[in-house]
């Protein structure tokens, strides 16, 4: 079987959660099958099985979702001789669609987010909102399956778009290379941060989108006890206009206390796992997730987790087990924001609790979610789609 692999992200060029999922999965699906990962890169490259694709120069100054369109038939060109081809978000999934016409070869599409769900995309993408969500309109409805990271993504995936037949729809959760995301004892990182040992930290590691919801994290805060430290691995912001309102929430924080840290770059995989071990209580205040592989990353180190009840992440974290859910309303921010602070201020004044919620999340992410696993789930599916046609 000869899998074709679309992404936009793959190292080193990661950033984002699906970036991460797509890494791991072609690790382990390689041990399984044939796979030839298509991303975007420099056009033309091949290394160890990765082309890289890149938009035509006469776009450069194009509207991303063009630029998009354009990876994508470039991708689409080189898919011929595979059976089956595997599309991740909607910056590759046009690719699979096409590659599905031309080639008459089945389409497996994964869903990581949705863009219905992320009308904050049009303060990035302009009219190329527009063309994003019928790229991901037309790949979904017509895709022979498609892959939901999560329970609660699937009853979104089937909301949004109710033409599509459910039976096509299959769950296969993220995973943790617990291997790699492990507790570590030491404190290099915590020293060059200029991280005060001594006193507890909240950690928010992720993008500066909407999506993520660091501004009410920020708000939050506020209300954070004195000794309390946040560390903030913020970077990618989607927008000028989210970056300044970033940078002005963080400045308001650091007039009225010490102790806020922010790493304005997005830190080697390492380095992150060290904060991730040390922190009193990781954070993700998501205000929409498919499932949030950070939240694994941080149980997989050990941290306990306190997270918006959103989309895919009490599939992951289990309240009063390996943290605190927050409920998401929209109408009502400063709920949210108050119930952020609140459990931050639980588990970082009772060390005990957030000890134990800890060693739990870590034999959670161990026992449950195995990458080896995710990938035996994938290859059943291709291994249905292909009997089936």
């Known amino acids: 079987m000869k899998v074709g692999l679309l992404t936009r992200e793959y190292p080193p060029d990661v950033y984002g959660g699906a970036g991460v999922h ?41 509207n991303e979702a063009l630029r998009a369109f354009s990876v994508d038939l470039s991708m689409a060109a080189a898919l011929e001789g595979c059976d089956l081809v595997h599309s991740h978000t909607w910056y590759t999934s046009l690719a699979g669609h096409v590659a599905k016409l031309l080639y008459g070869i089945p389409h ?42 999560s ?26 290379d617990t291997s790699l995301y492990r507790p570590d004892p030491g ?31 920020l708000r939050a805060a506020r209300r954070l006890d004195p000794s309390t430290q946040l560390v903030l691995c913020a970077g990618a912001p989607d927008t000028p206009e989210i970056e300044r309102e970033f940078r002005e929430l963080v400045h308001e924080l650091r007039r009225t206390r010490d102790g806020v840290h922010w790493i304005e770059r997005m830190l080697p995989r390492p380095d992150v796992v060290q904060l991730l071990t040390h922190a009193a209580v990781f954070v993700c205040p998501s205000v929409y997730e498919p499932l949030g592989i950070v939240n694994l990353e941080a149980m997989a180190c050990g941290a306990p987790v306190v997270a918006s009840a959103v989309g895919g992440i009490p599939e992951v974290v289990e309240h009063g087990g390996t943290g605190l859910l927050v ?3 929209e109408s009502d921010p400063e709920a949210f924001e108050a119930g952020l602070a609140d459990g931050i201020n639980r588990l970082t004044g009772d060390r005990r609790t957030g000890l134990r919620m800890g060693v739990a999340g870590r034999e959670r992410a161990v026992r449950e979610f195995g990458w080896d696993a995710v990938a035996r789930r994938t290859v059943q599916v291709y291994e249905e789609i292909l009997k089936s046609g």
């Open 22 to 62: 797509v890494e791991f999965l072609v690790r382990e699906l390689r041990a399984l099958a044939e796979v030839e990962v298509h991303c975007w890169g420099a056009g033309g490259t091949a290394r160890d099985g990765v082309h890289g694709h890149r938009h035509d120069s006469a776009l450069t100054d194009a």
């Open 108 to 149: 497996v599409m994964t869903a990581h987010s949705l863009e219905p769900l992320r009308p904050w995309k049009a303060e990035q993408l302009g009219g190329g909102y527009a063309l994003s969500g019928w790229a991901e309109r037309t790949a979904i409805e017509s895709a022979d399956a498609v892959v939901a990271v």
């Open 151 to 176: 329970h609660g993504m699937r009853a979104d995936i089937l909301s949004s778009y109710p033409a599509l037949d459910p039976d096509r729809v299959r769950v296969v959760h993220n995973g943790i």
């Open 187 to 217: 404190t290099e990182v915590l020293e060059r941060v200029g991280i005060d040992q001594e006193r507890p930290y909240a950690l928010f590691v992720g993008r500066i989108t909407r999506q993520k919801g660091v501004p009410h994290l």
């Open 327 to 329: 409920p998401y309303e």
